[in-house]
């Protein structure tokens, strides 16, 4: 009986209760020593001096890095950028120079036996600045650039057109013309990045906390001009990340950097503060939609320009456009994006990447034009659904959205929503309802794995992949037992090490569909090898066949990689998202009561997994609709809440019934698992279905998130 | 984090001996103090572990409460006579906080932690709490948590305890004890508006140890509640809240106590909103009349305008519901 489909319970659930699993900070090696940073208080500049006396002086430090005194590291550039660098410009390059291109930006590293004495040490060296060029630190959509010839290769922006979008605008008799905005948001997981660096001779390894052991172990190798091969990176347990750790970020070449320097490891840990200056964000947006549409809803003209955001070093360009390229049929039809280069650090891939922010502004207007059309929100969107990838001109590989709508919408009750806003009253709170489509891009990458057979009876499966959370380990371990014939108990999956069998990030809810078939393709290989010496014996008893043929294992390792589905057909994942809302019609306070999403992710591997996947999306989404908003000071250019107390994020209390259903599909071309990815759909359709539902129940637009009660009392 | 010695008091005048020295902090649970020296904000030399000191909650010969400032918040909050006699202080600590932090936090710790104010907590910011004289930047920068009665152009910053909000509407004084001896003061004195001074926070002297609070007979019991409106549903500071307690006589306001958190450096009693209540009829417009009183003086700031209009609301909504409560004792 097949163990796909089953919802397993986490095979690392037990070692994560019981402190066995050990995350990146946690590996100590002998003679293990601990690094602070000292971090820029100025967003643009130049260093005039830096005095470390003090630092240096102080109880247990060892050592003192600045750009005085590190060593220059080559930096080679890749052949290509992989796709979870930014698409131009030139990385932040540690302790090389006095500029300062960010406030927060490490201007020392001190190195101790403890780590307080670390933190004190960086705590004493001060730092003057001129603060010469004047810092950009507004984001003002009037002063962003078109993104660039390295951004459109990948389809993202500066424009696309098709037919006559503005000329259809100008003739429709029914129009929208309104802008949204998204605060920007911190990844903020659980495990704050740390980075353990030892090496031995010239070789590095790094246990470290990243979704990609691989990439790491290549830009390191390149930043310190070294053969791949000697460097190796280990990371076995990731405490969530969002997207936060698919780059290899500054703090890991400043580990590796001070461990050669005191020629014993360092531990490199960022304080939570540091969280919003070391590694990422999803950046402030604006985004313009104008909708053009006939008096029964069909879309004429759609046209989205959106703003976002990115450093002066770097371009961050993500698909942000991508849900008003593909979610609605419309012939005529305009992008654009632009972004606003300032003094922070780069922005990066936060859940959702792109579409989730995209599908903010363009649900919210959606729901707003079937106000105008006096229709249902849902009607509107069955009345201009896509048959083909519009954008693209492409046809779908499988496509399940109708049936999102119509099971979310029965499970979700939405046949008794009133069509006019502020029509239900429960006590003192004003209750609403409203949806969204949720839609994002599928993706697979050649991936390979190994199996082995041992003697004990067990099958070791390996790949350089990981589990930030999604259940890789669970899931894995259910496509090897089922393509071996082994109960789950004789199989163990291990990941998290660049030396085993490569994969590509973990990110862009790609693993499933990249990591899966390469472990199949393993595991067959590996039978074919079993059936060479078994003489006819069942794969269950290799362990006698091992035994009679004096092995002490068995082992193959095989590849799989994508065909050309991904040029012939447009693949993504669909859904539809429902939620209630409670608003006290005094204070202005909302609750998310009740959200239930239906999703045509594919086959899923792990009913179990998928559904914790997708409610946790949905409380990232209530996150981002109601509490998460990163208050960037444009006169400090410096993050003025940069806490974990003060950055909100949803807490249990905020948490009401969350549902997350299945419809029944299978996706025939873009792995042989026919999985289509979870997790970054989980959050896409979230936050607009929220705004649309604080709509409906209260009869105002707020049309800049997160929606806080003063956003709401004074709209 | 600056290093630091740690000394525990074995007893009061052990305490008070250590805390006279120069650089010594008092400590209690530690909930805040510890994350201002993590972040670099609090530098004492000196903690003088208090937590082991003033740990009981006694009934006072006049009929009251006096809750001994080692006493945890978590322990106030479930003590049986504080919840019956003085329900509006159980809801105002169960409001605060995390059930963690009220488990660790004491009384006297809560009454003086610092104030949530982003520019106080970032040291590459200015702030004339942390370096007298060196500026304000939340007048300019974000200022949405910040005060809108009793600020000054040195300071906008608003105490954040839920706790204190309740202490000042139920009129209870502080027991302080000195190396020259102890006094008691209202607590309504004890907090500062910020004025030309800013990092004098309260009315402690050098050295001054907080061993008690005590709460007077009349704990409201029969008409109190505690509002808070907050970001999220826990685990965050008051944008506003209210503790207030009502005495009708006939549809008449007799006694009425109503305080304010969130809206200023202290807890703000709201003497203006009671003097117009007191005698008046418990209606709709005449609690709408007296927010209106309380909050004639508020100025808003960049971000924080809603809170005067948030505050109206929650006061006459809160005292609507009030008047409208059977007496519960």
């Not at chain 1, 131009?88 to 190195?111: E, H, K, N």
């Not at chain 1, 670390?118 to 009037?142: H, I, T």
């Not at chain 1, 990609?212 to 091969?229: C, K, Q, S, T």
């Amino acid at each position: 009986m097949s163990v796909i489909g089953s919802p397993v319970s986490r095979v690392d659930g037990p070692a994560k209760v019981n402190g066995e699993a050990h995350y990146a900070g946690e590996f100590a090696p002998k003679d293990l020593l601990y690094a602070a940073t000292a971090d820029s208080t100025c967003p643009a500049g130049t260093i005039v001096t830096l005095d470390t006396r003090d630092a240096a002086r102080a109880p247990g430090v060892l050592l003192v890095l600045t750009h005085l005194n590190a060593d220059r590291l080559p930096y080679q550039e890749p052949a290509e950028r992989v796709a979870v660098d930014p698409v131009a410009g030139a990385q932040l390059r540690v302790l090389d120079g006095p500029a300062i291109l960010f406030s927060g930006q490490p201007i020392a590293l001190v190195v101790a036996r403890t780590q307080a004495q670390a933190e004190y040490g960086a705590s004493l060296v001060p730092a003057p600045y001129d603060a010469d060029p004047p810092a950009k630190l507004r984001f003002d959509p009037a002063l962003a650039q078109p993104t660039s010839e390295a951004a459109a290769k990948k389809k993202r922006g500066p424009e696309t057109r098709k037919g006559d979008a503005e000329g259809a605008f100008a003739r429709a008799p029914v129009t929208l013309d309104e802008r949204y905005r998204l605060s920007r948001e911190q990844h903020h997981p659980m495990e704050p990045h740390a980075t353990v660096a030892e090496w031995t001779g010239d070789r590095l390894t790094l246990w470290s906390k990243t979704q990609w052991v691989g990439n790491e172990r290549d830009e390191i190798a390149r930043r310190f001009g070294l053969p791949p091969a000697n460097v190796r990176v280990i990371n076995p347990y990731v405490g969530g990340a969002f997207g936060s750790s698919l780059r290899t970020w500054p703090h890991v070449t400043l580990a590796a950097m001070a461990a050669r320097r005191a020629r014993r490891p360092v531990r490199l840990e960022l304080t939570r503060r540091q969280l919003f200056t070391f590694v990422g964000h999803r950046g402030q947006s604006e985004q313009h939609v104008r909708l053009g549409a006939d008096p029964n809803g069909r879309l004429l003209a759609t046209i989205c320009e959106a703003t976002g955001q990115t450093s002066t070093y770097e371009e961050f360009a993500e698909p942000l456009l991508g849900p008003a390229g593909a979610t609605y049929a419309c012939d005529d039809r305009l992008t654009r994006y632009k972004l606003v280069p300032m003094n922070v650090n780069t922005p990066c891939p936060m859940r959702g990447p792109g579409w989730a922010t995209g599908l903010v502004a363009q649900e919210m207007a959606m729901d707003e034009l079937a106000e105008r059309l006096g229709m249902d929100p849902i009607e509107l969107r069955l009345r201009n659904y896509a048959e083909r990838d519009p954008m693209k001109d492409l046809p779908w590989s499988s496509k399940a959205l109708r049936e999102c709508y119509a099971q979310g919408a029965e499970r979700f009750g939405w046949s008794k929503r009133p069509l006019k806003p502020r029509a239900r009253r429960d006590g003192r709170d004003l209750v609403g309802l409203g949806m969204a489509t949720a839609i994002y891009d599928s993706g697979r990458y050649p991936t390979s794995a190994s199996v082995a057979l041992l003697p004990d009876g067990t099958a070791l499966v390996r790949c350089a992949t990981a589990d930030m959370g999604p259940g890789t380990y669970t899931s894995m371990t259910q496509v090897a037992a089922d393509a071996l014939g082994l109960p789950l108990a004789r199989v163990r999956f291990e990941l998290g090490d660049s030396t085993f069998p490569p994969a590509k990030e973990h990110g862009g809810s790609t693993t499933m569909a990249s990591v899966g078939p390469a472990i199949q393709e393993a595991c067959g290989a590996v039978k074919a090898k079993l059936a060479g010496v078994a003489d006819g014996a069942p794969i269950t008893d290799f362990a006698a066949v091992l035994r009679r043929a004096g092995l002490d294992r068995i082992e193959a390792e095989a590849s799989a990689k994508p065909d050309d589905a991904m040029k012939t057909h447009s693949i993504n994942g669909f859904g539809a998202v429902f939620a209630e809302v409670r608003v006290d019609v005094d204070l202005c306070t909302i609750r998310a009561t009740r959200i239930v999403g239906a999703y045509d992710a594919g086959r899923i591997v792990n009913p179990k997994l998928a559904h914790s996947q997708c409610i946790g999306g949905m409380v990232q989404g209530i996150g981002m609709a109601l509490f998460e908003d990163v208050e960037w000071d444009e006169h400090l250019g410096r993050v003025s809440n940069g806490t974990i107390a003060e950055y909100i994020v949803p807490v249990n209390a905020d948490i009401h019934d969350l549902d997350a259903i299945f419809v029944d599909t299978r996706e025939p071309l873009l792995n042989p698992l026919g999985v289509k990815g979870v997790a970054e759909l989980g959050l896409c359709g979230v936050a607009p279905a929220i705004a649309n539902a604080v709509w409906h129940a209260t009869g105002k637009r707020v049309r800049n998130l997160p929606i806080t009660p003063d956003r709401l009392l004074t709209a | 984090m600056t290093p630091f010695l740690y000394e525990r008091a074995a007893d009061r005048q052990g305490a008070l001996a250590l805390g006279a020295r120069a650089g010594a902090s008092y400590l209690g649970g530690g909930t805040n103090l510890v994350d201002l020296m993590r972040e670099t904000i609090a530098h004492p030399e000196l903690l003088v572990d208090v937590t082991g000191l003033s740990r009981e909650i006694e009934d006072t010969p006049e009929g009251g409460l006096r809750i001994g400032a080692g006493v945890k918040n978590t322990a106030v909050a479930g003590d049986r006579r504080v919840r019956q006699r003085y329900p509006l202080l159980a809801q105002a600590i169960l409001a605060g906080a995390s059930a963690q932090i009220r488990n660790m936090a004491t009384t006297g710790g809560n009454i003086l932690q610092r104030t949530r104010c982003a520019y106080f907590y970032d040291d590459a910011a200015r702030c004339n709490k942390r370096a007298p004289g060196a500026g304000c930047d939340a007048v300019e920068g974000f200022n949405r948590i910040h005060a809108i009665l009793g600020a000054s152009p040195a300071c906008v910053a608003t105490h954040p305890s839920d706790m204190c909000v309740a202490l000042a509407a139920l009129e209870a004084t502080v027991t302080l004890e000195g190396q020259d001896g102890g006094r008691e003061i209202a607590f309504a004195d004890l907090h500062r508006l910020p004025g030309e001074t800013p990092e004098v926070e309260t009315q402690l002297r050098p050295g001054e140890l907080i061993t008690a609070v005590t709460l007077p007979p009349n704990g409201l019991a029969a008409r109190s509640t505690y509002r808070k409106v907050r970001d999220r549903a826990s685990y965050a500071f008051a944008l506003v809240s209210v503790a207030a307690g009502l005495e009708l006589e006939g549809g008449v306001i007799g006694d009425v106590r109503l305080a304010l958190g969130g809206v200023a450096h202290k807890p703000w009693r709201a003497h203006a909103a009671e003097a117009a209540l007191k005698g008046r009829p418990a209606t709709e417009s005449v609690f709408r009349e007296a927010a209106e009183a309380e909050l004639a003086p508020a100025r808003p700031l960049r971000d924080n305008g809603f809170k005067i209009e948030l505050a109206r609301r929650v006061i006459v909504d809160t005292l609507v519901k009030l008047a409208r409560t059977e007496e519960t004792v």
